[in-house]
């Protein structure tokens, strides 16, 4: 006993191989997953089949469809040899197969494929699309069900089972996360039958397309050379290679390590500055160091890109277990950051690098400002904090008091980072964050004294030809002029 899987072509039965036509014809057994096939109209008036279309009826899922599907087959062969027929062929875009693979190992059932022309083949032919040229294939249901394309946007892709208006909706909202909403693509109805066609229209218009149906597939060309983050570990490959640049062959983890700071704050003052495409210039440039990096670890041996990336999605994974796991935060983000702490804890406990003070996981390179609000955030976690926002009013004006009493240079060292430790637990309170908040002030700061400069210019004398009243007035005036 044994189960033959023959594909029928993608429409005409000029596309039918030779094989499946000899499988179907001689079949002791044969079903068809849909009869609604070109291929159907050419069969002997003597062959007979029976077809699976009454369960598209009877269940509302294609899961529930294909599951019936494989629980009728199974039992077929279970009692002889069986013909199941399927549209295209066997193994591209056929859930059936997959499952009847699967059932037939457990079975021991043995299961021989009759390989067939796919949608993919004509589809091809009709855009003049050469496969090779780094095609890739999904299936657009499973692409529907994420937020982000499983893509490569450097390359094209082919994206089968756009069956529906909703389908194509929310295949269009998850292309959206990677393409332009104007990127043209195509859409491609009934490949390999007389009625093929082809439709160019804009992402964001796919899911209007009166075509849309159970024989339609998406084509996205590709959106361009370097559009991919493939493409960005490429050229840092090539930068590193003997033919590369010599000034990049010769970095280090230490001494790029300069570098990788500027970057992050050339990003925090594009964010500053609300300029769109500078923080777009600026994350390519601090990405640039991190796959820089990852080059460097790959060429010692230590660790590869992919290691950085599974590393990462599990860590989001594991510490996100209300998204991913059934805890309930109830959307709290106090209780969603108590959680991240404790798993955080948890994960350096498992490997032995938490001695359990709560302090320690925190790094010591970190800007004061920062380092501060992270040490009073960890205690406040354990009930270490003040009961009110106005204690922390009174002890920062009792640690001005203490700064002003103090008679040493050392005292008033000390005192001074009280009042700003102080500090940034009150904008903790007040739910700021004093790095930005500081930055902010230097910003208007700048803003405000070069417009004292230049309109000390304009008078022409030297700025420091000016009185304090002076620059005072035209402090005051910056100030008026919204700087």
Known sequence: ?????????????????????????????????????????????SLHYESFDALYETHDRFEDVYRAIILVVMAAAREGDVVYAVPGDPLVGEATTTGLLEAAREADIAVDIVSGVSFVEPLLALLGVDALDGLQL??????????????NPAFPALLAQVYSPAVASDIKLTLMNQYPDDFELQLVQSAGTADARVETLPLFAMDRSEAIGAMKALYLPALGEHSSFESAQEIIAHLRAPDGCPWDREQTHESLRRFLIEEAWEVLEAIEEGDAAALAEELGDLLLQIVLHAQIATEDGRFRMSDVLQHIIAKMIHRHPHVWGDIDVRGDPDAVLRNWEELKRAEKAAVGMDKGFLLDSLP?????????????????????????????????????EELQAAQSDAEREQELGDLLFTLVNLARWMKLEPESALRAANARFRGRFRFVEERARDSGQLLSEHSLAQLDALWNEAKQAGL
């Not at 499973?142 to 893509?151: D, E, F, L």
């Not at 960890?378 to 204690?391: G, K």
């Open 1 to 45: 006993m044994g189960i033959t899987i023959a594909g029928l072509g993608p429409g005409s039965v000029e596309d039918l191989t030779h094989r499946s036509w000899r499988a179907l014809t001689t079949a002791p057994r044969l079903y068809l997953r849909t009869a609604h096939h070109g291929c159907v109209a050419a069969f002997p008036p």
């Open 138 to 151: 999904l299936d657009g249901l499973q692409v529907a069900a994420m937020h982000h394309p499983p893509i």
């Open 364 to 400: 010591r390179g970190m800007p004061a400002l920062l380092e501060a609000l992270r040490l009073q955030e960890r205690a406040a976690s354990v009930n270490f904090d003040w009961p009110h926002q106005s204690l922390v009013l009174d002890k920062l004006s009792e640690e001005l």
